[in-house]
């Protein structure tokens, strides 16, 4: 069984909500300022779009490393360290346990 389910089409639909989203605030932005005529309205409603989505793609792409992903490294490598001892010395006590065997 796969843990999880591939919902094909999410990016898409990801970058098609940050467009909306980006267009309104956008024009929330150029709404409030009733002085600019349509011209200035709309180059700068497109230069709040931009701001916006670039952002919005700062936000998705730094890097995090948290405590539980730091823990989860740690037991990971530590545990097959420990994998690694145990089958190392697997045959140390043979000599006791099967004495005359060779």
Sequence with gaps: QVPFTAVFGLQAREREV?????????????QSHPEWD???KKKMSSKASAMIL???????????????????VIVATASQFSVGYNTGVMNAPEKVVFPGHS
């Design 38 to 40: 349509e011209k200035e």
């Design 18 to 30: 940050r467009q909306a989203f980006a267009s309104y605030a956008a024009k929330i932005n150029v």
């Design 54 to 72: 670039d952002e919005l793609d700062k936000v998705d792409s730094t890097d995090r490393l948290t405590a539980s992903f730091l823990l989860a």
